[in-house]
């Protein structure tokens, strides 16, 4: 076992594609970490779950829980929209001020148990050309690759997301310092801000310049604190990259640099082995 750096970040996002809350500490379990995504917009016309790959300006929200989450139950979260109002995901107005703001009728959820399966389930693609429509998806230019999907779970070719779940693949996602540094030295116009990735768990490396050092880790555990992760792809970049947050305008320029340099991944995706807590400052090591 070797230690390959500490946390110095931890992030939980209520709703999904929104700004999240940053956290000191947490208990990470099979679900990552608690009410992690534990709500989600519902495209009404497209008869799906959606976040901002088709909804981008869902990047210049934030939302932060109300009170802490407790076992299975998704607290009431409060969303700030990119104008500063806020409205709490209960209020009788918030699916028709969301819709508003996106232009499309949506609905709000917290997670549903697994066995709702419609609720789950992928809706027709905006375009009949499914390669057409991963293009758009993904912000593959024509001369592009699109990513290697084959190490996704199975059941996201059927449904939006895990059943029981609001994520995009796995429960937590792990992103490194020296990436960003290594990134931003291959392209110095853009911010490669962590802000525009939104890792669960924000890791320093010990060699700070290390570059891409979490894709060596795929298929190897980590211990994190008093959690164990199992790796188990890169998480594979899409448009969601180049949208707006805060005061980070619109960039096409990172999604670009991520395919050219870093094979379309940026950050790792992980299941939950064991679980247990993690707190800033906790050591990362490789088992």
């Not at 939980?12 to 700004?19: D, E, H, I, L, T």
Request: hydrophobic share 40%.
């Amino acid at each position: 076992m070797s230690t390959v750096g500490r946390v110095i970040e931890l992030w939980r996002y209520p709703v999904k594609s929104m700004g999240g809350e940053r956290l000191e500490r947490c208990s990470l379990g099979p679900r990552g970490i608690p009410a992690d995504r534990g709500w989600a917009l519902r495209d009404e016309a497209a008869g799906e779950i959606r976040g901002a790959k088709k909804m981008p300006v869902l990047m210049r929200c934030r939302a932060r829980y109300d009170e802490e989450p407790a076992g299975e139950r998704v607290p009431t979260a409060t969303m700030t929209l990119p104008d500063g109002s806020q409205v709490r995901t209960t209020d009788a107005d918030a699916a028709a001020r969301l819709s508003a703001l996106i232009g499309r009728t949506v609905t709000l959820w917290p997670i549903q148990s697994p066995d709702q399966r419609d609720h789950y389930r992928r809706g027709t693609p905006d375009n009949a050309d499914m390669e057409t429509e991963l293009r758009e998806i993904m912000g593959r230019l024509p001369d592009e690759p699109l990513p290697d999907f084959s190490a996704l779970p199975p059941e996201l070719f059927e449904f939006t997301s895990p059943l029981g779940t609001y994520f995009d693949a796995f429960p937590v996602h792990v992103l490194t310092t020296a990436s960003l540094r290594l990134l931003a030295t291959r392209n110095p116009a853009a911010r490669f801000d962590r802000r525009r990735f939104r890792p669960n768990v924000l890791v320093e490396p010990i060699d700070p310049d290390g570059g891409l050092i979490e894709a060596g880790w795929v298929g190897r555990e980590l211990r994190v604190g008093g959690a164990v992760l199992r790796v188990a792809m890169g998480a594979m970049r899409c448009s969601m990259t180049t949208q707006p947050v805060e005061e980070l305008g619109k960039d096409p320029s990172v999604l670009r640099t991520i395919v050219r340099d870093a094979n379309q991944n940026l950050g790792v995706y992980a299941t939950v082995e064991r679980a247990g807590p993690v707190s800033v400052g906790d050591p990362v090591e490789l088992v």
